[in-house]
T-cell receptor, first 113, second 115 residues
């Protein structure tokens, strides 16, 4: 089955700097890659996703890149703000409509004012 | 905010008790999930359902059961609660989208403490 690894497990950046979180997956048939953000005490929420027919997707300060050949994808946050502090989870799946995504172990991001 | 509900929100119970955690969604989603998560830590899949009368076990399923008799309802039962079950339990639902997306919407969680 699918296995998703995520690095780093913790990340601290200064406000205004960029943050990058990287994930790798094992199943080459996976073609859907979402990212979720979980703020302290709250539920995870989708922030961006990408399909395998797209190499990059942007939404304001957030971007995701996908390299299907290498089976890795990354989340980039530019101009970080304190409210970006949270745990971020990547996931992979979407082979069929019955498939479930598999989550990575998460990255705890701290943005230092 | 997505319409997915969990009850109770908090539960303190003694060892050996049987408990059922409730999860309901009003979005008509075919897929539903149960996760166990300690604060800020990994999401561990307990059970998964891709439709009525279909359930699959996840990594942590051995001590719990689920049922999916109605699309909107996906209860989780612990037959005999143990202190190791102390954690937060998150329910989620999703629908396979036309663009091949599969966004999961999470409930607010049930925080379980087993004494």
């Amino acid at each position: 089955g699918e296995n998703v690894e995520q690095h780093p497990s913790t990340l601290s950046v200064q406000e205004g700097d960029s943050a990058v979180i990287k994930c790798t997956y094992s199943d080459s048939a996976s073609n859907y890659f979402p990212w979720y953000k979980q703020e302290l005490g709250k539920r995870p929420q989708l922030i961006i996703d990408i399909r395998s027919n797209v190499g990059e997707k942007k939404d304001q300060r957030i971007a995701v890149t996908l390299n299907k050949t290498a089976k890795h994808f990354s989340l980039h946050i530019t101009e970080t703000q304190p409210e970006d502090s949270a745990v971020y989870f990547c996931a992979a799946g979407g082979k069929t409509s019955y498939d479930k995504v598999i989550f990575g172990p998460g990255t705890s991001l701290s943005v230092i004012p | 905010e997505a319409d997915i509900y969990q009850t109770p929100r908090y539960l303190v119970i003694g060892t050996g008790k049987k408990i059922t955690l409730e999860c309901s969604q009003t979005m008509g989603h075919d897929k539903m999930y149960w996760y166990q998560q300690d604060p800020g830590m990994e999401l561990h899949l307990i059970h998964y359902s891709y439709g009525v009368n279909s359930t699959e076990k996840g990594d942590l399923s051995s001590e719990s059961t689920v049922s999916r008799i109605r699309t909107e309802h996906f209860p989780l039962t612990l037959e005999s609660a143990r202190p190791s079950h102390t954690s937060q339990y998150l329910c989620a639902s999703s629908e396979w989208g036309g663009r091949g997306t599969d966004t999961q919407y999470f409930g607010p969680g049930t925080r379980l403490t087993v004494l």
